[in-house]
Each structure stands twice: as structure tokens, then as C-alpha cells.
């Protein structure tokens, strides 16, 4: 009759047999290994370590079984090369039991490169026939955002490679929002659980993008991010997605179908957040350029400004020196054509004709001619009076017209000469403005004022 492996047996059959102690079993387990003898064990190495000692430890796997080994020191640095994660190989050794443990054990006493492992070479077959149907093509990759306001993580939540990437974002942006999706990250069930993880997280719409993060472990350990399903899932997420498994030498398939990859957990957390404390450093950075560039260019123009108002204090001054040239010049002509210049020069004219008449004349009728030159004196005299009276009172004309044109007569008679902080004179209300310091100009001196408003403010 048969029965339930764990249930307890009918009471014949209990009665019928008698218990058997632990070291019994394991003394059978142990001679039966023996029995078997010394073989050669064909596998891929899904794990392979050299501990401190010198002792390498490895695990042999053929896709459906796994079998722990170890090569002793002296064995290790017999070998003619370096065995490494995936290789197919031949051991030669001998199985055994630890009966302290209860823990059977190959002792490998050599160990020989046996081709590419088969599991590799399934997964490079996969890999390929994913790659020409398109999903890795570069083409489909999306951005990922500078700074997600919420971040999806599908892991385990006792896996290391999480706490990594959870502080790694808690040290570079710890305000950006969580939502955690759990699932087995190894095992025959870590594949279904991570496409439910990575399509229910993708559904929700609550995410900016998507990260997929485990730690390292043996190729066998990390199998579930190489397959098909899962790659597919990636591939067909519309949320930008970073896959961080593993570490630096270790590239499941899953990575070439996401959008960023990352070398391990920490980068992914890198790769998704800015570093917000570098950020703030960059923008006070860019705010202190900023205000050296600012005060650089006021100087500047603070610069520019003074030269543009000496060149125009210099312009001013060229003009009115040019003016009172003119004026002076003007003067100069006026006085060359005033009646008394005139008649100095007809009297020295007159004079000279008269000592050339009185050289050139004989003594007969020289009365007479004297008589003739005195009349001709007089009436010379009382022509050049009348002449002399009448330039005397348009020069007296000109002379207040020249005055009643003066800048000085026109302060003088109460006006008040307004000039602006650069120097030019101001003639419109629209030159000026509330607050402006002006120089006030006197005809018997300057002072200076402020514009308090305009009069209409009361």
C-alpha cells in the first residue's frame, strides 16, 4: 500500500521495520560513492572560484543536474589554462561523502577544456535569432529622463544587488519616488515572476522608467535574466527600461534589449539618477559666471559711457571755440568797417594828395588854390561829420543787436541756462526726468539741482 512520502506509515509497516541511525546512512551514501571509483565527469562550469588557499572550487552543471567540486592546490597550478564560467570540461577525480556535513563531494585530481559549454552555446543561439528578429535594434532604444519623478525596480527584495542600487540612489537623489515590484530573481519560477514584475509595473503608467537589478551570482544564477520571456518583455516595455545584473564581466540577454545598460546595480542607480547635489554645484557654479560676466559688462559699459560723454564735453568745447572765432572774426570786420577807421583813412588819403599837390604846385595862384583846398576841407570836414554821426548810431545799433544776442544778456536779464549730468544743454522737458542732477548756470554763476518731478505731479 502506498502512501504519502511525509505522512507517517501504517502501523504494520512501522512495526515490521526498525530505525536506522544517521551514520548508518551516511556510511551507505559513502561506500556507494566509493563503489563507483575513479571517473571522468563531463560538464560546463557554472561557477569556478581559487579561495585564499590555492584550492579551487567549482560547480558542474549539464542542464539538468549540478555536482560541487574541488581541485586541490598543487592541481590548480598544474592546469595549462584558465578555466572560466561556461567552459564544457573533463574532470577526472572521485566522488565522496563528508560525513561530519552529510555533503557528497567531487575531488577533481585533473580537469581539461571539453569545448563550448552547451549552455553557452544555447544562449549565443538564442541571442542570435532575438538579434535578427529586430530587438535589439538601436533604433527602438528610449530616452531616459534626466530626472523621473517615479522610478519602477523589479528584484528581490533580499537580493544585495537591491540595497545597492538603493543606496546608491539614496546618496544621489533620494526625493525621486519608489514603486517596487517584487520577484524571484533565480530559480525555475524567477522567469514567469520577472515578465509579471516588468509587464505590471509597465501597465500602470506610474513609472518613468524601469529598472531590473540583481547581484552576481554563477551563470546558472542569473540564467532567468537570459530568458526569452523575459527578453521579450523587455523589449516590448513602452517605459524606458536599465537593466543592472550582475557585475562587470557577467551580460545576460535581457541587457541588449534595454534601453541603458548598466555593469551592476550601483551604475544602474547612476544611470537613472542625476546627481542632484552635483546639479546644485553646477547651477551656483553657472550663477557665479553669470555674475562675474555681468559685472564685467557693466564695467564695460560704465566705461564706454564716460568715453562717450568726454568725447562729447570735447565736442562741445570744439563748437563753442569755433563760435567765438567766428564772433571774434566778425567783430574784427565790423571794426575795420566802422565810419572813424574810414575817415582816418580818407584824411591820411587827403593828407598825402595834399603834400603831393603842395610839392607839385607853383607859387602863382597858389592863394588861390590854398582858398579852393580850404573850402574843399571844410566841406570835407562838415561831409566826414555828418558821415562820422551816422556810423557812430548804426554802430550803437549793432552794438545793442550784438548784445541783445548774448548768452550773458540773456542771464542777465533773468534767464537761467540749464545743463544736463553729460554736459548737454537741456531745451525740452522730455530730456529730463524725475531724479536727474542738472547744473543751473547764472549770469553770475553756476549751481547745482534735481529734478523733483514734473509739474503737473503737484
Partial sequence: MKHHPFSSPPQTEAEQQSAISVSQVVEAWDQSLRGLGAVQVMGELSAFSVSNT???YFTLSDGRCSLSGMLWRERVHALAWTPAVG?????????QIYKAKGRANFEASAMFPAGDGLQAAALKALELRLEREGLFDPALKKTVPLLPKRVGV????????????????????????LLFAESPVQGALAAEGLVAAIERLD???????????R????????????DERVVRAVARCKTATVVGVGHQPDHPICERAADKIAHTPTHAAELIFADTGAMQQQLQDFKARLSRQLRQRLRGEGQDLQLQGHRLRGAINNRLIDARR????????????????????????LAELGQRLGQSSPHTGLASARGGWELAQRRLMVAGSGHLQRAGQNLAVLQQRLQAASPQAVLERGF??????????????????????VTLRFADGRRRA???????DG
Wanted: proline fraction near 2%.
Fill in 450 to 456: 534735481r529734478i523733483e518731478g514734473d509739474e503737473d
Fill in 326 to 349: 567766428r564772433l571774434s572774426e566778425r567783430a574784427q570786420t565790423l571794426a575795420d568797417g566802422h565810419p572813424a577807421r574810414r575817415l582816418q583813412r580818407r584824411q591820411a588819403e
Fill in 87 to 95: 567552459d564544457q570540461v573533463l574532470v577526472n577525480g572521485r566522488a
Fill in 154 to 177: 523589479v528584484s528581490s527584495s533580499k537580493a544585495d544587488g537591491l540595497q545597492d542600487f538603493l543606496r546608491s540612489r539614496s546618496l544621489r537623489a533620494p526625493g525621486i519616488a
Fill in 416 to 437: 537761467v541756462l540749464v545743463v544736463g549730468e553729460s554736459g548737454q544743454t537741456l531745451t525740452s522737458v522730455a530730456q529730463s526726468h524725475a531724479g536727474d542732477q
Fill in 215 to 226: 547581484g552576481g551570482g554563477s551563470s546558472s544564477d542569473l540564467l532567468a535574466f537570459s
Fill in 54 to 56: 590555492g584550492h579551487a
Fill in 203 to 213: 501597465a500602470s503608467g506610474l513609472c518613468d522608467v524601469i529598472a531590473l537589478v
